[in-house]
């Protein structure tokens, strides 16, 4: 029971950070869709991982849901990740590029 | 294929006018009306050599291929040593570079219209422009690749900085620093290639990787593959470099944004169309595209939801369905490779439309803020009329062009068992009505309650140094090129055969026959 | 055990030469020392794409009156490798051109050149 509580309140208080201030306004509206879009993305990424192998897809997707159940607010940390800072842009470009040739090295 | 024609003679126009035209606006400086006629008069000189054109090649230094017999030939589909570089102009790169052509036109004239001074150089450099993309999207040898790659990030940070704000001079820095990156990148692969083939033809490099044993070898070309990857995304704005696409798309005029996104859609989908036929049979190298493109669309439109002006949601926007194309080229299937590229060509078409309403907005002076600009629609009703169809035929409603391009897309996914992908496709798409309909609903629909315009205050959004006086009337001409667009874009989407048939040949042959350009 | 040619240790320095400018452009926070740092790189790049054709006793790719035309192409070092160079050195001037340019136009408008303040991020 109580995990189920808290779990509820989580998401109750969760939606209710949006809400707070003076309601709602069409910068929030933005905000509240692309927090939820952000979250469906991330499940249907994790699961992409099944053309791998399938228990890999279902850990990946129930890890998911705990990590946007956890870290929410997302799109807060997204909109951080997505500033176009020149530094923030080359280290994602390095660690991409180093992903890149990890992956299909492995893959020899 | 049946292109044996070589040495065509209407190759080397698209890039010698342009650069002609480039150097005579610039010694004409500033004076506007010859300036306004020669541009005018060259670009739609190029839009008929585009239309007119017949398929072909053009080899440099005009020497036929050398055949492994010692004899020679001129017919592309036999075997043969090209010994040179070479361009070539099929199906593909004369729809697009028709397209590209029809939107000089009307950038040349809208920035002729618009802008007070430094005309000459401005105008220039979007003619140049125009002839880096179309080097890129004819080019079959690295050398020309690196170097179309190379000037067209130059340019690009030159019509960015055009504009006078500081945005956009910090976005064209930014963009100028990775272009050093990624060009050094693309040098490296270029030698890494040319290092285990001896080829600069991309056909001969081809013919050589799928002929000889390259196991030993393989190492230098996954690196190769990563830093074409490299470059790809940087040439196309796809992530991690979204933040700073995005910022050159939304800090330019919106006029040279329809320029600037036409140019990096050519580039994706000729470096896409490359990366494919080089390496599309080493292992994880489609996968790792599809990743890039997958992490594009969701992340361009997640930002194009929380933007607050529809400059900046278009960037995203931009930026999100540049995701779509590769995601089509990246399947490398013949269905999803002719989605992308179909996909290329629409989204071209509806994304000007788009922002050419955005640039018409401007004219009512109070930038393209949703919480500065009111009312549009009761003083533009055609122009409300335009931005909406635009938004239908980029969120693919049915009569537009949009939908034809992403229902191939979407079926492509599901063939190639990838449904996800496929449900990612169909998100993005409504996830773009929704981000288009809020700035829509903002600045068109809602009644303006902000009575005095806030100059200052508009952010970056707002047009300030060397556009033309506030509350001018919008041009007739810019209603008169959505028009033609809109024209286009119902009837790709009435009748999508007439645009397939253009890309369908390139599919074939990039999955097929990948040495064949 | 590898080698240590002239040819595996001008690869060497230019990958280090490569890695101190990718090192530089991320770390120095001075736009002109991230633009010497572009330099940097770009000389590495410019280095191992000559030392890749290089190799013992190779001639220079060009036929003079004195070679013998036989034994030329067997002789000669890998051309393409100096053919990209040059081109790079006129895309690495001109590429740094623009950077000057548009650092000088951003050092008058912020009277700084530091990366972290000039190129901070600014939007709506």
Redesign the interface.
């Known amino acids: 029971m109580g995990s189920i509580e808290s779990l509820y309140d989580k998401i109750k208080n969760f939606t209710a950070q949006f809400f707070g201030g003076k309601g709602f306004s ?2 929030m ?3 509240t ?2 927090e939820l ?2 979250s ?2 991330l499940l ?2 994790a ?2 991982f099944r ?1 791998f192998s399938v228990p890999l897809g279902i850990i990946l997707v129930i890890a998911a849901i705990a990590g946007v159940i956890v870290f929410a607010p997302l ?1 807060v940390t ?2 951080r990740e ?3 800072d ?1 530094n923030r ?2 280290f ?2 390095v ?3 180093a992903i ?2 990890a ?6 | 294929m049946s292109a044996v024609a070589t040495n065509l003679w209407t190759i080397p126009l698209f890039v010698i006018i342009p650069i002609i035209t480039a150097i005579l606006l610039n010694l004409l400086y500033n004076k506007s009306r010859t300036i306004k006629v020669i541009a005018i008069a060259s670009s739609i000189v190029l839009f008929v050599l585009a239309l007119i054109s017949p398929y072909g090649f053009q080899w440099f230094t005009g020497q036929p291929g050398v055949t492994p017999g010692g004899t020679y030939t001129f017919d592309a589909s036999i075997f043969s040593y090209r010994l040179s570089l070479e361009y070539y102009f099929g199906g593909l790169q004369q729809i697009l570079i028709t397209i590209m052509s029809l939107l000089l036109v009307f950038v040349v004239f809208l920035s002729a219209s618009s802008l007070r001074k430094n005309i000459g150089p401005y105008i220039a450099l979007i003619f140049l422009l125009f002839m880096s993309s179309a080097i890129i999207i004819m080019v079959n040898d690295f ?1 020309h690749l ?2 179309g790659v ?1 000037m067209g990030s ?1 340019l690009l ?2 019509v960015v ?1 055009a504009s006078g704000e ?2 956009s ?6 963009y ?6 990624s ?2 990148g693309m ?2 692969a ?2 890494m290639i ?2 285990v083939t ?1 080829y ?1 033809n991309i056909t001969n490099a081809i013919q050589y990787i799928m002929s000889d044993n390259l196991s030993s070898l ?2 230098v070309l ?2 190769a ?2 830093f074409f ?2 470059s790809w ?1 940087y040439a196309g704005g796809l ?6 696409k ?2 050159v798309y939304g800090s330019a005029f919106p006029h040279a944004t329809v320029m600037l996104q036409t140019q990096s859609k050519l580039m994706i989908v000729a470096m896409g169309l490359i990366i494919l036929r080089l390496f599309g049979t ?4 489609r ?2 595209m599809l990743s ?1 493109s ?1 992490l594009t669309m ?2 361009g ?3 194009a ?5 529809l400059r ?1 949601t278009l960037a995203y926007l931009v930026v999100a369905h540049s995701g779509l194309v590769t995601l089509g080229i990246s399947l490398g299937t013949v269905q999803g490779i002719t989605g992308g590229l179909f996909q290329a060509v629409n989204d071209i078409v509806y994304m000007s439309v788009l922002l050419i309403c955005c640039e018409a907005v401007m004219y009512f002076g109070k930038g393209t803020s ?1 919480k500065t600009v009111g009312g549009i629609a009761k003083r533009a009703p055609w122009l409300a009329l335009a931005v909406v169809i635009g938004a239908f035929a980029a969120s693919g409603v049915p009569p537009f062009n949009g939908f034809q391009s992403e229902i191939i897309l979407i079926q492509a996914s599901l063939s190639s ?2 449904p ?2 496929a ?2 496709v169909l ?1 993005v798409s409504v ?1 773009t009505f ?2 288009l309909f ?1 700035p829509i609903y ?1 600045i068109f629909l809602k009644p303006d309650n902000s009575p005095i315009a806030m100059e200052g205050d508009a ?2 959004g707002i047009a300030t140094m060397a556009m033309v006086q506030p509350t001018s009337p919008v041009p007739k001409s810019i209603y008169l090129f959505l028009a033609i667009l809109i024209a286009i874009i119902i009837v790709l989407g009435v009748y999508p055969q007439l645009a397939l048939g253009f890309v369908q040949d390139t599919a074939i042959k990039v999955v097929y026959f990948p040495w064949v350009p | 055990m590898i080698e240590l040619t002239l040819q595996f240790l001008s690869f060497m320095a230019s990958a280090l030469l ?1 890695l101190i ?2 090192a530089g ?1 991320l770390f120095l926070d001075n ?1 002109i020392k ?1 633009i010497i740092a ?1 330099t940097l ?2 000389d ?2 410019n280095l ?2 000559v030392s ?1 054709g290089y190799f013992e006793g190779g001639v220079v790719a060009i036929l003079t009156p004195g070679t013998s035309v036989a034994e030329f192409p067997q002789n000669a070092v ?1 051309i ?2 100096p ?2 160079v040059l ?2 050195i006129v ?2 001037v ?2 740094t051109a ?2 000057v340019a ?2 000088m ?2 050092y008058k ?1 912020y009277g700084t050149l530091k990366a972290s303040k ?2 901070k991020g ?3």
């Not at chain 2, 992530?239 to 700073?244: F, Q, S």
């Not at chain 2, 939801?305 to 002006?309: A, E, H, W």
Request: hydrophobic share 60%; glycine share 10%; no cysteine.
């Open positions: 069409s910068t509206t933005g905000y869709t692309a879009q952000a469906v993305f249907v990424l699961s992409l053309i799109i997204l909109e997505n500033e176009s020149l842009v080359l994602w470009v660690i991409y590029f890149i040739i992956v299909t090295m492995w893959g020899r | 050398y690196w170097i190379e130059l940070a030159g900085a500081s945005i001079q910090k976005a064209a820095l930014k100028t620093f990775f272009s050093a990156l060009g050094a040098a490296i270029l030698a040319l290092g001896g600069s393989s190492g996954y690196i593959f990563g990857v490299l995304i992530a991690p470099i979204h933040p700073l995005s910022d080493l292992p994880f190298a996968e790792v890039v997958v969701i992340m439109v997640t930002m939801l929380i933007q607050t002006d900046w949703i068992g990838l996800e992908v449900a990612i998100m996830t929704i981000a809020k903002n952010g970056a | 490569i400018g990718i452009m736009l991230k572009f790189l770009s590495g790049v191992a794409l890749l890998l393409f490798g053919g990209i081109t790079n895309i690495g001109s590429t623009v950077l548009l650092t136009v951003l408008r000039v190129l600014e939007r709506k």
